[in-house]
């Protein structure tokens, strides 16, 4: 399968079957400030996520949908900044993925559906929240308690 998605020309080269170049030239959200450090493990990870087959799990567990793949990438453009710790990759065994921060103060869990539906889990130190409809607003907001103190 074949498609195309709107991401910042730095992850073009480096993400293998999951992306086509596209036809105009995307924005690239960090252009001024260089590329983030996250970007590089990023990739490799949901290039290595995004490769795996089925069973990999030894038992049922589907392939990691190539809808899943797209939005992860599209949705952590979204949310991310330069300064911001990447987020863990987590093949799901329905065909999904997950994007995890697991920081004592900020707990957040990103979930992408096989077909590409976001759902999200956020635990700040004083509350529980599940959010629906591509939460990327409300998880760009929250993930930015992880950022370092500026001087």
């Known amino acids: 399968m074949s498609f195309t998605i709107p991401v910042p020309p730095f992850t073009q080269a ?86 995890e921060w697991q920081y004592p103060a900020l707990r957040v869990e990103v979930y992408i559906a096989p077909d590409g539906i976001v759902t999200a889990w956020l635990r700040e130190p004083d509350q529980e929240t599940e959010l629906d409809y591509y939460p990327s607003a409300r998880i760009a907001q929250a993930l930015k308690a992880l950022r370092p103190a500026r001087a």
């Open 14 to 99: 480096r993400v293998k079957k999951h992306v086509v170049r596209i036809d105009r030239p995307a924005p690239n959200p960090w252009a001024a400030v260089g590329t983030p450090v996250w970007v590089d493990a990023f990739l490799d990870r949901i290039n290595a996520v995004g490769d795996l087959q089925a069973g990999w799990d030894g038992a049922v567990a589907r392939a990691v949908s190539d809808a899943a793949v797209t939005c992860a990438m599209n949705f952590i453009t979204e949310v991310m900044e330069r300064d911001t710790p990447a987020p863990a990759v987590v093949p799901v065994n329905d065909g999904g993925l997950q994007l």
